[in-house]
């Protein structure tokens, strides 16, 4: 069965045909970063605006790659939740045309769905039930996967994401957007022991995190420097950073997994890309014999591949919409 998948959450347009959720075909991806580094973020107006600039051309491209005609797809599926709504809106009503025109079935896909089906085109072998670790710019999420539709959030952040937290403190670094990939690679070269910062609890919800109270302590601590003339050692300061966001991820995950059973260990979302995530959770499941899966690179960030690998196994599970369908900005991956 072949899918055809559009994501447009943020600030990348992307289109992709995968087979059976697993094989991809074609993928195009159009980015913004260029446009939004200059404001240190994304800013949703002009996000809206590329995308409608961009969607025909990417969609176009995608189908030509493959050498396909929208007639040969089986279904078309599409990020409907959640994200910044005028980015959702473009992708969505884009694919509900491509629906109409067409007579295809309409897929709506939850974008942290879809990150983690990324893992399914990085691992063949892969296969539900697993715990998930779903890390990104604006989701910092512990995910029981019991199906490839069935899944029940464990543990959640209660204020700021780990990638929101990365990004913020690269910010006042003077590290240029998108701060996370910036900071990882400042990192490699700086003493994670140079400074030491809270490590937040959540009285009575053990999975949960809480990445505010780091997030001030690292600001206050480069700006009382900077006031006094005191030069910020930024590889040091990244370094710390990193290690400390990666110990409360990692310490809260593992606690899951020892609490409900799983061995089965998967990482999902942008900050799954993060070096140190990567190394550490390596080493705690090889100690722990425990497997461990993470996407290539190239799927960590937010692509259509994923929502069309996901989008198989959404259509396969009866999960359609009419031309009703509307964008939400924010909706609980367990639907």
């Known amino acids: 069965m072949v899918i055809f998948g559009i994501e447009s959450s943020c600030d990348e347009t992307a289109a992709s045909i995968v087979k059976d959720g697993r094989e991809v075909i074609s993928s195009v991806i159009a980015t913004q970063v260029a446009r939004h580094v200059e404001f240190g973020g994304v800013v949703p107006e002009i996000a809206g605006r590329m995308h409608c600039e961009a969607i025909s051309s990417v969609v ?110 690269a910010r006042t670094m003077g590290l240029p957007y998108p701060g996370g990939i910036h900071m990882d690679k400042l990192a490699e070269q700086g003493n994670p022991d140079a400074f030491t910062f809270p490590v937040p609890k959540v009285s009575g919800s053990p999975y949960d995190f809480s990445f505010s109270g780091l997030k001030t302590a690292v600001i206050n ?33 593992m606690l899951a997994a020892r609490d409900t059973g799983y061995n089965k260990l998967v990482l999902a979302g942008g900050v799954s890309a993060n070096s140190l995530l990567r190394r550490r959770m390596s080493e705690i499941c090889a100690k722990n014999g425990c497997e461990l899966y993470y996407p290539e690179l190239k799927l960590c960030g937010d692509n259509a591949m994923m929502i069309a690998a996901q989008g198989y196994y959404e259509y396969l599970a009866g999960s359609t919409a009419d031309l009703s369908l509307n964008a939400r900005a924010e909706r609980s991956i367990e639907i």
Request: glycine share 8%.
């Open 60 to 169: 176009r491209r995608t189908l030509d790659e493959a050498q396909m005609k929208i007639e040969e797809v089986d279904a078309i599926a599409v990020t409907a939740y959640p994200g910044l709504i005028g980015s959702l809106l473009v992708g969505v009503n884009f694919a509900k045309g491509m629906a109409m025109t067409s007579g295809k079935p309409l897929v709506p896909v939850h974008h942290l769905r879809g990150h983690i089906a990324s893992n399914y085109i990085s691992h063949h072998d892969l296969k539900p039930p697993f715990l998930c670790l779903v890390v990104s710019g604006g989701h910092s999420h512990i995910v029981e996967v019991k199906d490839y539709t069935d899944m029940r959030i464990i543990g959640r952040t209660r204020d700021d994401a780990a990638g929101e937290a990365f990004d913020k403190t």
């Open 221 to 253: 601590t480069i700006h009382n420097m900077q006031q006094k003339g005191i030069e910020v050692p930024t590889a040091d300061m990244a370094a710390s950073v990193r290690q400390s966001v990666v110990n409360i991820l990692t310490d809260r995950f």
